[in-house]
């Protein structure tokens, strides 16, 4: 297009190369991360209440009181929705650059640290957890925006929204890697330490050599940020950044040359331009006029989706003696407990959450955004209802159709909304805000997911088939509000960043049917 900076064409029609997939990488291990912290917590947990929290007077396992639990699994949600805030607003204001190391060496400090305890007492203990839990999900909730502002201002327009969705992936690899991390680890230690089970010695089936297991798990997850640091420190600043906020187009342009290994002009002449178009903040008449139905529509259904998203966790309990994949808890060691629901979430994430995000990955560019979060809301919403009428028959009389139909939820909202909301605020908003709007959509799905973790825990804590049933009717409703929330947000497959946000002066629609599509003789020279 005539009116485009050339460092900017040059970027959405670059052909895909070994540095995008290098990106990928480095971008997602943040959410590879939090994946593995997520999924590991939930079999550390039941180890931690074991260890720390056995009242013999009681006659069962030893199990972490609720308010403990919530605290635990609360206070990384917390982390996170305000590390998202803060390092969001900061990739705005100092450049993506900047802070994306921050949020690596927060990460791999915390995940060290939680495995560690100052003292010995279960106080102390869940005490140091949950600190470290909170920098950790500050850490993680950063690279929220920062990875998806980075990987949509590095990627060509044919190919952002698998590129994206691929980062987002990186978290079905956290989760099918922590499986196999914690099912392996605590296989070993099983074969090392056996013990007979609670139900014969309530004492020693608890196995004190756990008490290093659940620390060596945790830990493990600082490995691969730790290995991606040094590349992370080698990006250069994104193009779009350099060139649209910090105005230095000749940069932008040695930059992006030497990532994509093509001559760029610096086309300096054109920046004021952009730069006119696009001088408005978060809160001004401007922004709601062109953004505001869009940040609305971000904000929602991401909120609306992580509700569902974080209660599918909890309803597991169910489904895995109902498979045949645990037993009950007295029935097992302390050790044997971790490996077989490590074992059932590892299958479980395999079959189910796993293909999800590929799916994603693979038919975004051909389906689009829009219709993919259509679908995807859709189903989880009928599947939702499908178990929640009919939940007694099948717990009972159809163990496997109803595996099957919690396992189809779980892959529709990976093959869905949960990587659609977090594509969709990468593109839709201008640079100099893009990175705020993002961690604001994202902010507001981890209040969602609070609400889920919560609210809706609170009718799946007892097991009552009744107040379970109630939960899945509540989920398909607020699946639905996601389905009608939708239509807030545009299609921006095939499209540049730019003709998305109206950065490139407002008139782009238009001059694509009027005028044909030409560059300015010299504005880039390819040499590869």
Request: net charge positive.
């Amino acid at each position: 297009m005539s009116n485009n900076l050339a460092v900017l064409h040059a970027l959405d029609t670059a052909k895909t190369q070994w540095y995008h997939v290098t990106a990928i990488v480095i971008a997602g291990m943040g959410f590879f991360t939090d994946a593995y912290d997520l999924f590991c917590i939930s079999t550390v947990s039941k180890l931690l209440g074991r260890l720390y929290y056995y009242d013999p007077v009681k006659g069962h396992p030893g199990k972490l009181p609720t308010g403990v639990n919530n605290f635990v699994i609360g206070v990384a949600l917390f982390g996170t929705l305000t590390g998202q805030l803060v390092f969001g607003w900061l990739g705005d204001k100092l450049g993506r650059k900047k802070v994306y190391g921050i949020t690596l060496i927060l990460m791999v400090i915390c995940a060290i640290c939680s495995g560690l305890s100052f003292g010995s007492s279960a106080k102390s203990v869940i005490t140091t957890l949950c600190f470290f839990r909170f920098w950790l999900g500050f850490g993680i909730g950063g690279d929220y925006p920062l990875s998806a502002t980075i990987m949509s201002e590095y990627a060509n327009k044919k190919t952002r929204g698998a590129f994206i969705a691929a980062v987002f992936a990186m978290q079905g690899v956290g989760i099918v890697f922590a499986g196999l991390v914690s099912m392996t680890l605590s296989r070993i230690f099983l074969g090392k330490y056996p013990a007979k089970s609670f139900k014969e010695d309530p004492v020693f089936s608890t196995q004190p050599e756990a008490d290093y297991l659940w620390r060596i798990v945790l830990m493990l997850g600082a490995l691969p940020a730790l290995l991606t640091y040094y590349w992370r420190m080698k990006m250069p600043e994104t193009g779009r950044y350099t060139a649209l906020i910090e105005g230095n187009a000749k940069q932008a342009a040695i930059d992006m040359g030497r990532v994509l290994d093509i001559e760029i002009q610096a086309d300096s002449d054109k920046l004021s331009q952009f730069k006119a178009s696009n001088d408005y903040s978060l809160l001004s008449k401007e922004f709601f006029r062109r953004h505001g139905l869009h940040l609305i529509g971000t904000t929602t259904t991401w909120f609306l989706l992580d509700i569902a998203f974080y209660s599918q966790n909890l309803t597991q309990k169910d489904i895995f003696p109902a498979m045949g994949l645990t037993h009950k808890a007295d029935a097992v060691n302390a050790l044997r407990e971790m490996f077989e629901t490590s074992r059932a979430m590892f299958i479980v994430a395999l079959l189910g959450t796993f293909p999800g995000y590929w799916f994603t990955v693979f038919f975004i560019e051909k389906i689009g955004r829009f219709r993919i979060q259509l679908i995807g809301f859709f189903m989880m919403s009928v599947f939702m209802l499908i178990l929640s009428v009919k939940y007694d028959y099948l717990k009972s009389n159809n163990k496997y159709l109803f595996a099957t139909l919690y396992a189809l939820t779980f892959f529709f909202a990976n093959f869905g909304p949960n990587s659609t909301t977090f594509v969709l605020p990468a593109e839709l908003f201008p640079t100099r805000l893009r990175s705020t709007c993002h961690a604001i959509s994202a902010a507001s799905g981890k209040a969602g997911a609070m609400v889920g973790a919560f609210g809706v825990q609170t009718y799946t804590l007892n097991g009552t088939s009744k107040l379970i049933k109630k939960a899945l009717m509540i989920l398909a409703f607020t699946n639905m509000l996601g389905f009608c929330f939708t239509f807030l947000v545009t299609e921006t497959k095939g499209r540049s960043l730019e003709e998305i946000s109206g950065e490139d002066g407002g008139q782009n629609e238009t001059q694509m049917t009027s005028k044909p599509q030409m560059t300015r003789q010299g504005s880039h020279r390819e040499t590869i």
